[in-house]
């Protein structure tokens, strides 16, 4: 069975706090992906990493950064956080031509 | 611009109804058509469709697409109160890996 785990599935931030989200997978799978889900808005790409140390921005790359230092993990940082930037953050890992498989979801908030 | 347009947005029906949920989308190059269902947490992956005409199905579940008219649908015989759940429908065009997802539709099956 393929798990994506996220670092955590809530978190609390405040404003211009650097935030560091996690995700792990342990099927050897070389694509990973940060989205983010809003009400009404579906989910949005924001990052995606083919391979370690390369990445690719997304729809909505603004305000984010990644990090893929080795193929089971993939980090998404917020410099400096912001109150748009509470959301849904949803991790996601596939082979190439299958399906993508999600994490449990990081609900952040930023006060 | 690339689009994926899910309707309708939110659907109540009781446990026994049959169900359609609509996925129109506007994306160059279509490689690849997803559904998923959202419970509270992961989106789990239903279908992957790639060919116009031929029907997936899973149990209750079934899923087709039209890439001449640039649609899918996903149907829902004999509903469930464990259907309840957003289900979502993602496409991947041009580009590998950035998938366009729909705002979702909002199942809700009651007893």
């Known amino acids: 069975d393929v798990k994506v785990t996220q670092s955590s599935r809530y978190l609390v931030k405040r404003t211009g706090e650097k935030v560091f989200l996690e995700c792990v997978q342990d099927?050897?799978?070389?694509?990973m992906f940060w989205y983010r889900q809003d009400p009404g808005l579906g989910l949005r790409l924001i990052y995606f990493?083919?391979?370690?140390?390369?990445?690719e921005k997304g729809d909505i790359p603004e305000g984010y950064s990644v990090s893929r230092e080795k193929k089971e993990r993939f980090s998404l940082i917020l410099e400096s956080a912001s109150t748009n930037q509470t959301s849904m953050y949803l991790c996601?890992?596939?082979?190439?031509?299958?399906?993508?498989?999600f994490g449990p979801g990081t609900r952040l908030t930023v006060t | 611009e690339d689009k994926v347009v899910q309707s309708p947005l939110s659907l109540v029906v009781h446990e026994g109804d049959t169900v359609t949920l609509n996925c129109s989308y506007e994306?160059?190059?279509?490689?690849?058509l997803l559904w998923y269902k959202q419970e509270k947490k992961a989106p789990t992956f239903l279908f992957m469709l790639t060919s116009s005409g031929i029907e997936k199905k899973s149990g209750r579940l079934s899923s087709i697409l039209d890439k001449k008219e640039l649609f899918s649908i996903l149907n829902i015989t004999a509903t469930q109160t464990g259907d309840s759940a957003i289900y979502l429908c993602?496409?991947?065009?041009?580009?590998?890996?950035?998938?366009?997802f729909g705002s979702g539709t909002k199942l809700n099956v009651k007893p």
């Open positions: 099927m050897d799978h070389e694509n």
């Open positions: 993602a496409v991947e065009g041009r580009d590998f890996n950035k998938f366009y």
């Open positions: 996601a890992s596939r082979v190439q031509g299958y399906e993508q498989y």
């Open positions: 994306v160059t190059n279509f490689r690849s």
């Open positions: 990493s083919y391979d370690v140390k390369m990445k």
